[in-house]
C-alpha cells in the first residue's frame, strides 16, 4: 500500500513539473521537405492554439539548451493559461546532443530558410492543424520573437490562413538591414553597459564608472570588455566611453560582414556571425520594414518590448505606436518594461521560478483574446 501511495505521489509530483502533454508530429511542407512539430497541450479542451515562430538561426521544437528545453518552458506558461502551444523544427534542423544549442544542421534544406520560405512553411502546418477536429474550431495566435516578429506579420498578410492575432516579443520595426547596423555600430551593446555602468544618465561611462567595484560592473566589465584598461576604449580621447567609441571600434566589422553577404561567403559568416546563408540577408533586405506593413493589418497586435532591449531599440516600439495614432488605428496594443532586456527577462524564470512582468503580461494577453 506504501509503495503504490508513493508511486502516485511520484506521478503527480511528474505531472506538476510538465504541465502539459505533448504530441510530436512530421509535417510535409509544399515542397516534400519533412520536418517535425510539437503541440503542447493543456489539461482543457482547447479552444486557442499560441503559435511561436522562433528567432534567426537554427531552432528545433524544443530549442534544448545544456540544463533546460526553452520551449519547454514557455508551454508551461501558455499551457497554465489554459492554451495550447506549438512550435517546430526550422527546415533542414533537429534536435542534436551537442552542446551548448543541440542543433543538427542539414546545411543544404537549411538553404532554403528564409523569411518567405518560412511564412509559406507555417502556412503548411497551420493548415495542418486545421485537419485534426480537435483544432478545427481553434484560434490561432502567431507569437513572433525577434526575427519571428518580422515573419509573423508576413503570414498574417499573405491571408492562405486565417489569424486571430498577433503576439510580437523583441518587436522589429525596420528592415533587418537597419537593424543589422544598429547593432553592429554598437548601440545594443550601448544600451546593455549603460544599464550597468551608468550611475548618473547621462548615456556614457567615466573612468570613474568604468572602475567600479560593483559585482555586476565586475562581471560585465570581464564578460564584455574583457577587463581591457579605461583608456584603450576611449578611442576618441574625450575621457568618456559611449556610442562614438563603440561604434568606431565595431564599424570594421560590419563593413566586413556585408562585403561578404554580397560576396556569398557563408563559411566566414557562420564562424565570425551567425548561422545563417548569404541569400537570408539578400532576402530580409528586400523586404518591407513592419513600420509601414503593419499599417496595413486589422487584426489585434500586441507589441512587447524591454527598455534595455539590446538586440532591437525600444525607440521603435514608441514610433510603431505614433504612426497607428496618425493612422486613427485602434488595433495595436504596446507594452514596454522597464528594466527588460531582449529577451524580457526569461532567466528569472530560470533562476527564481517567478514569471518577470514581461512574462506574465504575454501569458495574461494571450489568455484574454
Known amino acids: 500500500m506504501k509503495r503504490i501511495l508513493f508511486l502516485m505521489l511520484i506521478s503527480l509530483m511528474s505531472f506538476n513539473l510538465m504541465a502539459f502533454t505533448s504530441e510530436v508530429k512530421t509535417v510535409k511542407l509544399e515542397d516534400g521537405e519533412v520536418i517535425n512539430t ?21 531552432s528545433t521544437y524544443l530549442t534544448k539548451r545544456p540544463t533546460f528545453n526553452y520551449n519547454d518552458e514557455l508551454a508551461k506558461g501558455f499551457c497554465e493559461q489554459g492554451l495550447a502551444f506549438f512550435t517546430y523544427d526550422r527546415r533542414g534542423c533537429k534536435t542534436g546532443e551537442k552542446p ?124 564584455l570588455f574583457q577587463n581591457a584598461p579605461f583608456e584603450s576604449l576611449d578611442v576618441v580621447k574625450d575621457s568618456l566611453i559611449d556610442i562614438r567609441d563603440i561604434r568606431r571600434m565595431r564599424a570594421p566589422f560590419h563593413d566586413y560582414l556585408m562585403k561578404c553577404v554580397t560576396e556569398n561567403n557563408w563559411a566566414w559568416i557562420k564562424s565570425n556571425y551567425f548561422n545563417v546563408m548569404p541569400q537570408w540577408f539578400k532576402e530580409h533586405f528586400c523586404l518591407e520594414p513592419n513600420k509601414t506593413r503593419l499599417l ?46 531582449h ?3 526569461f532567466l528569472d524564470w530560470l533562476s527564481d521560478k517567478k514569471w518577470s512582468e514581461g512574462y506574465k503580461t504575454i501569458f495574461r494577453v494571450a489568455k484574454n483574446i
Open 100 to 223: 551548448p544549442f543541440f542543433v543538427e544542421v542539414d546545411s543544404v534544406k537549411y538553404a532554403k530558410y528564409g523569411p518567405l520560405q518560412e511564412a509559406e512553411d507555417i502556412e503548411v502546418m497551420i493548415l495542418s492543424l486545421f485537419k485534426d477536429r480537435r483544432f478545427k474550431k481553434c484560434k490561432i495566435i502567431l507569437y513572433g520573437i525577434n526575427e519571428g516578429t518580422i515573419i509573423a506579420p508576413i503570414v498574417v498578410e499573405r491571408g492562405n490562413v486565417k489569424i486571430d492575432a498577433l503576439l510580437l516579443h523583441g518587436y522589429a520595426h525596420d528592415n533587418m538591414f537597419d537593424i543589422i547596423k544598429w547593432q553592429n555600430e554598437g548601440y545594443g551593446v550601448m544600451n546593455m553597459v549603460n544599464a550597468v555602468f551608468d550611475r548618473n544618465g547621462d548615456k556614457a561611462i567615466s573612468f570613474e564608472e568604468y572602475e567600479n567595484t560593483d559585482k555586476q560592473v565586475l562581471a560585465c566589465k570581464s564578460q
Open 343 to 345: 529577451d524580457l527577462n
Open 38 to 58: 510539437r503541440i503542447c497541450l493543456p489539461d482543457n479542451d482547447v479552444t486557442t492554439i499560441v503559435f511561436c515562430i522562433s528567432g534567426t538561426g537554427p
Open 296 to 341: 496595413r493589418i486589422n487584426i489585434p497586435i500586441y507589441v512587447f518590448h524591454g527598455k534595455d532591449d539590446a538586440n532591437v531599440p525600444v525607440e521603435s516600439v514608441l514610433d510603431l505606436q505614433a504612426r497607428f495614432d496618425v493612422c486613427n488605428k485602434t488595433n495595436l496594443t504596446v507594452y514596454v518594461f522597464e528594466k527588460h532586456n
